[in-house]
């Protein structure tokens, strides 16, 4: 059973500064992983997506690196702002024939001004 | 832009009453899923959709059932509300992976609707 975890829990940083949010899940046999942000009370919005075919994929500030191998994702944010706040999820899909998502529970990100 | 709307933001209803969540996606997609998500506990799936009429429980379908009579509509029954429903219910959809040409399967969500059961 594919488990997903997410380091750190929470992540309070300066403004301008550069960040990487880890994830990391147990079975590397999946066919892409998707990276969403999650603003208090409200719905999922999907970031980037990777292939498992992929390393890497980015959008504007953001990079997504894939090790399937390893069983570890990554985002990356470049020059965070205060507006970057929200949680970050992570969510492999694994092979199988199943088209469910697992979810890690997330890291918090507070940016400060 | 891919669009799925959920009836309503915030409900309070009381133990005991049936509770019908409402969720419709504009993009003609195959899949349709509801969560739930709790401080601590993630989001967790409650049931899946693949096809109009057709349905897979989830990690933690008891206590609700689920019914999607069209393919834009999927909704989510609390037959008999307890108060241990009281939670987030976030709905997704995404298209099928086996009928996609390019299966970019990305799952994208509805706003949420925040369920208190008093």
């Known amino acids: 059973k594919q488990e997903v975890t997410q380091i750190p829990a929470a992540l309070s940083v300066p403004e301008g500064e550069n960040l990487v949010l880890n994830c990391s899940f147990t079975?590397?046999?999946?066919?892409?992983l998707q990276w969403f942000r999650q603003d208090p009370g409200k719905g999922l919005t999907s970031l980037l997506l990777?292939?498992?075919?992929?390393r890497e994929q980015t959008s504007g500030r953001l990079n997504a690196s894939l090790d399937k191998s390893s069983g570890r994702s990554t985002l990356y944010i470049a020059a965070s702002q205060p507006g970057d706040s929200a949680t970050y999820l992570c969510?492999?899909?694994?092979?199988?024939?199943?088209?469910?998502?697992?979810f890690g529970k997330g890291t918090k990100l507070t940016v400060n001004p | 832009d891919v669009k799925v709307t959920q009836s309503s933001r915030y409900l309070v209803k009381r133990t005991g009453e049936k509770v019908f969540l409402e969720c419709v996606q504009d993009?003609?997609?195959?899949?349709m899923f509801w969560y739930r998500q709790d401080p601590g506990l993630g989001l967790r799936l409650i049931y899946f959709?693949?096809?109009?009429?057709?349905?897979e429980k989830g990690d933690i379908p008891e206590g609700y059932s689920v019914s999607r009579e069209k393919k834009e509509r999927f909704s989510l029954i609390l037959e008999s509300a307890s108060t241990n429903q009281t939670s987030m219910y976030l709905c997704a959809s995404s298209l099928s992976a086996y009928l996609a040409i390019h299966p970019t399967y990305e799952q994208y969500f509805g706003p949420g609707t925040r369920l208190t059961v008093t």
């Open positions: 959709s693949y096809d109009v009429k057709m349905k």
């Open positions: 969510a492999p899909r694994t092979q199988g024939g199943s088209e469910k998502l697992v």
């Open positions: 993009m003609d997609h195959e899949n």
């Open positions: 079975d590397s046999a999946i066919y892409n």
């Open positions: 990777i292939q498992s075919s992929q």
